[in-house]
């Protein structure tokens, strides 16, 4: 859609589309950006200029024979002239430091004031037009990051080089008419053919760019999903599948590079009639000398302005394609800035109430989602909420329970209906003061990568400490932040990976208090949480819910059974509704059959309940105390802030890793080994580097022609000058078919080159990524949208330094080796002092380049700190957006932006100074030149010809070396990312998955032993998990592991599947050591389903065989869905198995993924099944399918199963209780229970369960 709009602007208006780069300056940016424009200008009429002195020195040096006797009059002039060569390099310096200084200065100003725009816009929009538009994170992530360099790009350097290049056209022409009007006016004409071809190639180089764009997109989000769920795919070996989905993925883009080489070539080659053009110039000019008296200095400015006037206007034109790629990124950013969404955050008006009592009403809503109108949600969904009263929803998976809390938040607006708070529709209501009454609690809480203070702030803003400890305190969290090494300041992680679930969950609580909301919301705020941190949570929300009217989703309904209203929703309407009491009345009722799914309860309450609960005070003040500030190391710690911010305190284990990360950068590695990558197109590298030779010393031959041209016009004889007029001019005219034909071959065969070696490096990146150890995947600065970007951008940058960038250097050596030659045979005096001054010129462009080159690593690092924070935004958008805190993470933004912008001043200066001192000392080396040529003519050591053909050769020739230095800051942006492909290339994984000697079993029993294991998260070496841990897991029986939130229960399955290797100790699987296996052919006789199912986006049928090893057909993917329970609902969808997931599986609701992920393991047929809480985010009916499906999965293999609630797991074989890395308890369930309420297990059972159920469920064992 975007594309199509994109292209209808270009097409309708071209020059209105460029300013869409410009709409992010203020009032300091315009003025920079007048100066910077007058510097630009001020440095383009400088060539003119300086043409203008020339042909006077011409004339005065041409008209002299050897030794005449004017000599004095003759050295006079000279010297005259030289003197205003070198004015007009003072003056050249002044506006080349303007350009430089203004415009990269306001560049970086504008983009990052753009980044915190755009970002802003992401985070205005409403929630359904990323269901409908953004397929996943990585594209606004790419938007923030790319878009905006591209458009920072274009400022600092393209937009300035087009002003200068259009000020030499005009300027040239103006000069060109005044010197010689003639010449003007039959030269002005061939304008059109210097610049036509430019642009229609301009046009065609656009259009490429935005297909590879879109193209590349398809392949980023294949990388985006695959990382960012590492575990699944190592655990399905999934690794080959998601490689070959990217290679497939790439491979039109190539198809598109090579289109764009062979535009290249046709348009840089069609700069060979410049050629063409001085043949004709020429042959007119010498008319002109012989007949209309024109001397031939004029004639050669008169030709040289309009050649350099025309080239400057093509190679201004050619800038353009930066344009058109800055102003496609400008419009996408501007498209998203300017759309106003439909539920507006920013929108202010509205009403707002004085006082909020709390009543809410939902009256004949009916609703469904944007992305899937046809599955309606709602049908006349009716619900009245008295004000303060606690309303639970329950009912199935995807009846709509969430979707009422989603609604109410008005992240949606429903289709029909409306939704009353107090009496007054909410969508009459201000939105932001709406969203303010309201705390959200959900089911995966959003955390964000900060430390645990700026989360809770997220709810409040202006909060102080005192309130802060206040809320986590409430939330029964301060115990456990309190004992955290860095307490409140700890970090979080991306996504809050750090904090175990419970702990997550009591930080959003917090959050959700400090707001001191009219209206919580909890949806299915506890699931996740093992059962002693659901009782403390719950006790949390109890005390938050107190006189708030409180919007309760749950799926355990003991969480529930104290709601002043219990709501039975089922296909998008109410079904009952009333106290838990009287619901439980109606045996028929729905929820009277939800409770007897749960078996909470039988119908009446005990009398004995008083007494247990006061043994249950006691019991949690001493396990509270001693247990669950233990229990304070996290779970899935698995990634690594803590480690980043504290690098040093890694233990010895780690060390390793942390220096083989800084070594790799620092060898920067050799340009040999990129070009050992392409060999297999030697033949192309071949053409294109003969091509580029020859094309380099077309430059120099030229300009020997050029300066024989000169001296022809001084010639007394008329027959002379015909004769040697025309030899000249069928050699400007065989060099310009040369031209042409060189480069076609030259830029085709190098883009060949560069898109396959591209290809080449991204798939050998993320095959090597995919071999990495989780623990890497851990560190923050690899994080999903960070490895996204580097395949992105390091990939590409090189494929420029080697098609474009190694055709430079070849065409750059071959011109330079020619023209040094020749000018040292033609005229060694003049020639060694003018390569003697050349360094110089060069050296200033190295300055500016090493310069650059430093900076551009700033550049990235900011970048890469807001791309961050940007898929973060994006992928807790929800969370942003209930809690309005749109405004915190600009902040945020605002403050990862503040280091670069101080290094951009300084940037600026040095950008500035550079350009001015290489361009001011052009000129004055050609007044050198001038001057001392003109000694040695009155000397008589050479003759003017010789004077004129060298000049014209190493000028022409510094022309060259000057516009690859330019190329060198692309060099210098080059080598880094050389540097990071590489780093990624070299490094050794820790856990080879494809160890060529290990062991492949084809099946394995499912023993599996740990033995005296020390284990800390690599991301936080200071915290041992276990510590001389065993435990036996016997083969074909099923093995439960439970404990409290931090235990250690999950971390036993990452060692099974080998995500992590324990610091000592060993682990076993049939008695051999899991380090001695093939490790991708053991997995596959391992499956695991974990609390958050990740899909993938495809179709279900390919989330459920992604894990099957070859080709599956459909009976078995079908067999496979009805052991899960998943067939029915899958065939009741509208596409059944062709029905598309959306991003992450986005479009199914949690119990229909958990299925599908079911299923998928069960499609691997495993020995070793491994369920990490697969039903924790279930409600009881989904659950109990789920439950039924694992069961029946689950015999006669070995499976290890984590669970928090205790009822999934009381038909497992042995019952392992941990507590603190340790095994407190095992034995089954029964065993367990009778050694009586001194046992750990029997007191988590009774958490969990009332007095009368236990009993009974003593008395049935």
């Known amino acids: 859609m975007g594309e199509k709009l994109a292209t209808a602007a270009a097409t309708t208006k071209k020059n209105g589309s460029i300013w869409s780069i410009f709409m992010h300056a203020d009032l300091a940016d315009v003025f920079l950006m007048i100066f910077g424009f007058l510097g630009a200008v001020g440095d383009g009429f400088s060539m003119p200029v300086v043409l203008f002195v020339t042909s006077k020195l011409m004339n005065n040096i041409g008209g002299t024979g050897v030794g005449s006797d004017i000599n004095s009059l003759f050295l006079k002039n000279i010297d005259k002239n030289a003197i205003a060569l070198c004015y007009v390099a003072c003056g050249q310096w002044l506006a080349c430091f303007l350009e430089g200084y203004c415009w990269s200065r306001t560049a970086e100003r504008q983009a990052s004031r753009m980044r915190a725009r755009y970002l802003k816009a992401v985070l205005r929009q409403d929630i359904g037009y990323f269901d409908l538009n953004v397929t996943s994170t990585a594209e606004v992530v790419t938007s923030v990051s790319s878009d905006s360099l591209v458009i920072q790009d274009v400022i600092s350097e393209k937009v300035p080089v087009f002003l200068m290049n259009v000020a030499t056209f005009i300027g040239s022409y103006v000069a060109a008419f005044l010197m ?74 190539v198809k598109l590079g090579l289109k764009q080489g062979l535009a290249k070539g046709l348009a840089i080659g069609s700069n060979g009639l410049v050629f063409a053009i001085w043949a004709f110039m020429s042959y007119y000019g010498s008319r002109l000398v012989m007949y209309h008296g024109a001397q031939g200095g004029t004639v050669f400015a008169v030709g040289a302005a309009i050649a350099v006037g025309g080239l400057s206007l093509g190679s201004g034109l050619s800038n353009l394609k930066y344009f058109s790629e800055a102003t496609a990124a400008g419009e996408r950013i501007l498209e998203m800035i300017k759309r106003v969404p439909t539920i507006d955050s920013d929108n202010m008006e509205g009403q707002i109430l004085e006082t909020v009592a709390g009543e809410l009403e939902f009256r004949h809503v009916e609703f469904a989602y944007p992305s899937r109108p046809e599955s309606t949600i709602f049908r006349d969904f009716n619900l009245v909420i008295p004000a303060g009263q606690t309303v639970a929803l329950v009912g199935g998976s995807g009846s709509g329970k969430s979707t009422a809390i989603a609604v109410l938040q008005r992240f949606y607006d429903p289709l029909g209906g409306e939704i009353l708070l107090d009496g007054v529709a909410i969508n009459k209501l201000q939105l932001k003061w709406v969203r303010s009454q309201m705390g959200l609690v959900s089911q995966e809480p959003a955390l964000f990568a900060t430390s645990i203070m700026e989360n809770i702030l997220f709810g409040k803003e202006d909060a102080d400490m005192e309130e802060v400890i206040a809320a986590a305190k409430a939330s029964n969290a301060h115990n456990f932040i309190s004992q955290l090494p860095q307490g409140y300041d700890t970090q979080v992680g991306e996504m809050g990976v750090q904090m175990s679930g419970g702990q997550k969950q009591r930080i959003a609580i917090a959050r959700a208090i400090i707001k001191s909301p009219r209206i919580l919301l909890l949806d299915e705020a506890t699931s996740a949480l093992d059962s002693e941190s659901e009782r403390v949570v719950q006790e949390a929300l109890d005390q938050a819910a107190v006189g708030r009217t409180t919007i309760i989703i749950a799926h355990r309904l003991s969480t529930i059974r104290h709601a002043d209203l219990i709501a039975v929703v089922q296909n998008g309407q109410v079904m009952e509704s009333g106290s838990h009491d009287d619901l439980i009345l109606n045996e028929t009722g729905l929820y009277s059959s939800l409770i007897r799914l749960q078996q909470t309860q039988t119908n009446h309450y005990d009398e004995n309940d008083h007494a247990t609960s006061s043994m249950m005070d006691k019991f949690d003040l001493s396990n509270t105390s001693s247990r669950r500030n233990s229990g304070v190391v996290s779970r899935s710690s698995s990634a690594n802030s803590a480690a980043t911010k504290t690098q040093n305190l890694d233990l010895g284990t780690d060390v390793r890793t942390k220096s083989d990360i800084t070594d790799q950068p620092l060898q920067v590695p050799s340009f040999k080994r990129l070009l050992a990558l392409n060999m297999p197109e030697w033949k192309q590298a071949l053409v294109g580097s003969i091509s580029a030779v020859i094309f380099g010393a077309v430059q120099p031959i030229y300009a020997f022609a050029m300066g024989s041209m000169i001296s022809v016009f001084f010639l007394p004889e008329h027959s002379q000058i015909k004769e040697k007029t025309r030899i000249y001019a069928l050699c400007f005219l065989g060099l310009a078919v040369l031209s042409m034909v060189i480069n076609i071959c030259q830029h085709y065969s190098f883009a060949y080159m560069g898109e396959y070696l591209t290809k080449r490096i991204r798939e050998r990146m993320l095959t090597k990524i995919l071999t990495f150890e989780v623990g890497w995947f851990d560190r923050d600065e690899n994080s999903s949208g960070a490895i996204c970007s580097r395949l992105a951008k390091d990939a590409n940058v090189v494929k420029s330094l080697v098609g474009d960038r190694m055709a430079l250097v070849i065409q750059t050596l071959s011109a330079v080796t020619v023209a040094c030659t020749m000018g040292l045979v033609i005229a060694w005096r003049l020639a060694i002092v003018m390569i003697a001054v050349q360094p110089i010129i060069i050296c200033c462009f190295y300055f500016k380049r090493v310069l650059l080159k430093n900076m551009s690593k700033q550049a990235i690092k900011a970048q890469d700190e807001s791309s961050k924070l940007a898929a973060e935004a994006v992928s807790n958008l929800r969370t942003i957006t209930s809690f309005s805190s749109q405004a915190r993470i600009l902040r945020m933004l605002e403050k990862a932006q503040d280091g670069p912008r101080r290094e951009s001043v300084r940037q600026s200066w040095f950008a500035g100074i550079g350009l001015g001192s290489s361009n001011g000392l052009m000129s004055l080396t050609w007044a050198m030149d001038f001057w001392y040529g003109g000694k040695l003519i009155n000397q008589g050591y050479i003759g003017s010809k010789a004077l004129f053909e060298t000049f014209m050769i190493l000028v022409s020739t510094g022309r060259v070396i000057a516009d690859a230095g330019t190329m060198t800051n692309d060099l210098a942006k080059g080598s880094d990312s050389i540097g990071s492909v590489y780093a990624v290339l070299d490094r050794f994984t820790r856990i080879e998955p494809e160890d060529p000697e290990g062991s492949k079993p084809k099946n394995i029993t499912g023993l599996v032993e740990i033995r005296d294991v020390d284990f800390a998260y690599p991301a936080r070496p200071d915290v041992m998990i276990f510590n001389g841990f065993s435990i036996r897991i016997e083969a074909g029986k099923s093995t439960a592991l439970v404990g409290q939130s931090g235990s250690g229960k999950s971390t036993i399955i990452g060692l099974i599947e080998r995500f992590y290797d324990p610091l000592k100790g060993t682990i076993k699987i049939d008695g051999r050591d899991l380090k001695s296996y093939n490790l991708r052919s053991l997995r596959k006789n391992i499956a695991l389903v974990s609390q958050e199912p990740t899909l993938f986006s495809g179709t279900v049928r390919e989330n459920i065989a992604y894990g099957a090893s070859d080709k599956v057909d459909e009976t078995e993917i079908i067999e496979a869905a009805r052991v899960a329970n998943a067939h029915d609902f899958i065939a009741g969808l509208k596409d059944g198995y062709d029905t598309w997931c959306g991003d992450r599986g986005l479009q199914l609701s949690g119990g229909q993924k958990q299925r599908i992920a079911i299923a998928r393991a069960v499609l691997k047929n495993p020995t070793i099944l491994l369920l990490d809480e697969a039903t924790s985010a279930l409600d009881s009916q989904s659950e109990k399918i789920v439950q039924d499906a694992l069961e029946r999965v689950m015999v006669g293999r070995t499976s290890v199963v984590v669970a928090h609630r205790l009822s999934t797991i009381q038909n497992c074989d042995t019952i392992a209780v941990l507590d603190k890395g340790k095994i407190v308890e095992r034995g089954t369930h029964s065993s367990l229970l009778a050694t009586g309420p001194t046992g750990v297990y029997y007191s988590l059972v009774s958490l969990q369960t009332k007095p009368s159920t236990f009993v009974q469920a003593q008395s049935f064992k």
Not at 204 to 218: D, F, Q, S, T, V
Request: aromatic residues 10%; positive net charge; without cysteine.
């Open 180 to 253: 010689l009007w003639r010449l003007a006016i039959v030269g002005f004409p061939f304008i059109v053919v210097l610049v036509i071809p430019g642009l229609i190639y301009g046009r065609a180089l656009m259009g490429i760019a935005r297909k590879m764009r879109a193209e590349y997109n398809k392949a980023s989000v294949i990388v985006e999903q695959g990382i960012s769920s590492i575990r699944t795919v190592y655990s399905f070996v999934g690794e080959n599948k998601t490689i070959s989905d990217y290679s497939l993925a790439l491979e039109g883009t």
